[in-house]
Every structure is written in structure tokens, then in C-alpha cells.
Antibody, heavy 120, light 110 residues
Framework: QVQLVQSGAEVKKPGASVKVSCKAS????????VHWVRQAPGQGLEWMGF???????TNYEQKLQGWVTMTMDTSVSTVYMELTLRSDDTAIYYC??????????????WGQGTTVTVSS | EVVLTQSPATLSLSPGERATLSCRAS???????LAWYQQKPGQAPRLLIY???SRATGIPDRFSGSGAGTDFTLTISRLDPEDFAVYYC???????????FGGGTRVEIK
């Protein structure tokens, strides 16, 4: 079945980097963008950016430019999100797919989420 | 940047009642680029509605979306106990490609 499976929880110190993976299965990897969305404790959803697995192109939320990097490995149908952490980056990080080129924007399959805790 | 404002923040209703959730955008949003999601505690969001009014696969027909321009609405015709959750609207704008979510509406049992 179609699914996105994310890597496990992380605890990091401020200033460190975290790299979260999102492995796709059950569909053609290069047919869908992969977005990253995060949710701080008790808060709403915040879009971080996306990667186009067909081209490798990325677009990041402006305030995260320079802090976040999204990459992929098509050989294992996996997308990665690496973030240099500040104290307010504690959140659940989700990946979600979105079909390329159909004229819509819809995140129709989501990963299970990865909890990243930033603590000194 | 398109800012989405959802209202009310909390909606207290009983099962069987009708729920009407509002999403207002700071500038016009293309109808094919407005979506709604449901999120329950401890779960990832789930796509309900895309392109303003199209139901995602497997979504019951008690969920409907409408609107245009800057004003969009999600309606749940008769609340089922499983519908008590938080609902988010989301838009996509370009160029440059940007996505924003509303702050969410919590639908709680009265």
C-alpha cells in the first residue's frame, strides 16, 4: 500500500543538526513532490518546504532559508530533511506527498511524524 | 505571503448537528489550490477536501467545501462522534511556491 515511513524520534542540543528521513513505497517516487510540515507542541501546522524528486529542485519557507536542506536518494525512494536546530524547533516533523503536475495542491498521504526535541 | 484566518477557533456542538467552519485569506486564492485537513490527537493530518470542494478518496459525503476568492467554508452536515477533531485550511500560491495553513478550528463535543 501507499505509505511514507519516517525515521525515529531524536533529541538534540541547540546548534546541532538533525536529519529526518521519509521513505516512500507503493507508488512511483518521482511522480510526487514531498513536503515537510512541522507542528510545535500544542500548535498548528507550519509548512517548511518541498522537494521535487523528479528534478531534485527544492523550495523552502523563507524564514528557514539557510537553516533547512531537503535532499533525496531515488535509489531507495527516500527524502531527507536536515535542519540546524534552535531551541524553538522542538516539534513533530511530518512528510507528505503531493502529485506533480495535476493542477492541484493536495497532501494526500502523510508520514507518521518524527518527534524532534531540542534541549540543552 | 497569504495569511489564512480560521474562525471560530473552537466550535462546541453535539453529534448530529451541522458544523460550519470558515477560512478567510488575506488575498485571493485560486480555487484549485485550497484544501482542508482533519487532525485528531496523536495522528498525522488527513486530507479531506482539495480544490475547494472535491472530497478526497474515502471521505464521507457529509463533508463539503465551498467558496471562492478570499472566503472558503468547510461544512459537516451532521456531526458523527468521529468528527470531533481540529480542522485546518491550506493554500498554495506561486510564484514563488509558498504554502500556508490556517490556525485551525477545534470542533469539540458540547
Amino acid at each position: 500500500q501507499v505509505q511514507l515511513v519516517q525515521s525515529g524520534a531524536e533529541v538534540k542540543k541547540p546548534g546541532a543538526s538533525v536529519k529526518v528521513s521519509c521513505k516512500a513505497s507503493g507508488y512511483t517516487f518521482t511522480d510526487y513532490y514531498v513536503h515537510w510540515v512541522r507542528q510545535a507542541p500544542g500548535q498548528g501546522l507550519e509548512w517548511m518546504g518541498f522537494i521535487n524528486p523528479k528534478s531534485g529542485g527544492t523550495n523552502y519557507e523563507q524564514k528557514l532559508q539557510g537553516w533547512v536542506t531537503m535532499t533525496m536518494d531515488t535509489s531507495v525512494s527516500t527524502v531527507y530533511m536536515e535542519l540546524t536546530l534552535r531551541s524553538d524547533d522542538t516539534a513533530i516533523y511530518y512528510c507528505a506527498r503531493d502529485r506533480i503536475g495535476d493542477g492541484y495542491n493536495r497532501m494526500d498521504v502523510w508520514g507518521q511524524g518524527t518527534t524532534v526535541t531540542v534541549s540543552s | 505571503e497569504v495569511v489564512l484566518t480560521q474562525s471560530p477557533a473552537t466550535l462546541s456542538l453535539s453529534p448530529g448537528e451541522r458544523a460550519t467552519l470558515s477560512c478567510r485569506a488575506s488575498q485571493s486564492v485560486r480555487s484549485n489550490l485550497l484544501a482542508w485537513y482533519q487532525q485528531k490527537p496523536g495522528q498525522a493530518p488527513r486530507l479531506l477536501i482539495y480544490a475547494t470542494s472535491s472530497r478526497a478518496t474515502g471521505i464521507p459525503d457529509r463533508f463539503s467545501g465551498s467558496g471562492a476568492g478570499t472566503d472558503f467554508t468547510l461544512t459537516i452536515s451532521r456531526l458523527d462522534p468521529e468528527d470531533f477533531a481540529v480542522y485546518y485550511c491550506q493554500q498554495y500560491s506561486n510564484p514563488p511556491p509558498r504554502i500556508s495553513f490556517g490556525g485551525g478550528t477545534r470542533v469539540e463535543i458540547k
